[in-house]
C-alpha cells in the first residue's frame, strides 16, 4: 500500500499544479484535464488575435511609409529682405546634392550664410539667413534675384535625382 500512495502523490501534485495554472476549482481529474485543454485553446485563440493585429499593425506601417516615400512635395521658395541681407525659407523635394547647389548658388551672388536650419527627413526644409558678401556692390541684388536663382537650384538637382531613377530603372 505504501507504493501505491507514493505514485499517487506526484499525480496530485501535478493535478495541483494544472488547477492553479488554469485558476479553477475542479476536483475531479478529468474536469483538470479539461479546464486544462480549454485554458490552452484560450491562450491558442488570443495569440492568433495578437499575431493577426500585428501583422495589421505592419501593414498599415508599410503603406504608411510608401505614402511617405511617394508623397510630392510642392516646391516652395520664400526670400524677404531683411536688414542683414536676405531670409529665405526653401521646401521641396528630397534630392542628393539639393543643399550644396543651394550653397553653390548663395555663393555665385556674392551671399554669405549668417545662419541657416536644414532638415532632411521626407523632404528638404532649409531656412537660412543670408547677407551680402560686400555692401559695397555696383548691382544690388533683389528678391526676386535671389528667389530665380535658388528655384533654379532646387529644379536642377531634383532633375538630376530623377534622371539618375531613369538610369537605375532602364
Request: aromatic residues 4%; positive net charge.
Amino acid at each position: 500500500m505504501g507504493s501505491w500512495v507514493k505514485k499517487r502523490l506526484p499525480l496530485r501534485r501535478k493535478l495541483q499544479t494544472q488547477r492553479s495554472l488554469t485558476r479553477r476549482k475542479s476536483i475531479k481529474k478529468s474536469s483538470i484535464v479539461m479546464d486544462a485543454m480549454l485554458h490552452i485553446y484560450l491562450l491558442k485563440l488570443k495569440l492568433e488575435a495578437v499575431h493577426k493585429e500585428c501583422l495589421d499593425l505592419m501593414a498599415i506601417k508599410t503603406k504608411y511609409l510608401d505614402l511617405i516615400k511617394h508623397l510630392h512635395v510642392p516646391e516652395e521658395v520664400k526670400v524677404e529682405k531683411i536688414e542683414e541681407g536676405f531670409h529665405v525659407r526653401v521646401t521641396c523635394e528630397k534630392a542628393e546634392g539639393t543643399l550644396v547647389s543651394i550653397l553653390e548658388a548663395f555663393d555665385e551672388m556674392g551671399l554669405n550664410i549668417l545662419q541657416a536650419k536644414v532638415s532632411c527627413n521626407s523632404y528638404f526644409s532649409m531656412e537660412a539667413i543670408a547677407a551680402h558678401v560686400a555692401q559695397n556692390q555696383e548691382y544690388k541684388l533683389d528678391v526676386t534675384d535671389v528667389t530665380r536663382a535658388i528655384i533654379k537650384a532646387t529644379r536642377s538637382e531634383i532633375n538630376a535625382a530623377t534622371d539618375e531613377v531613369d538610369l537605375i530603372t532602364s
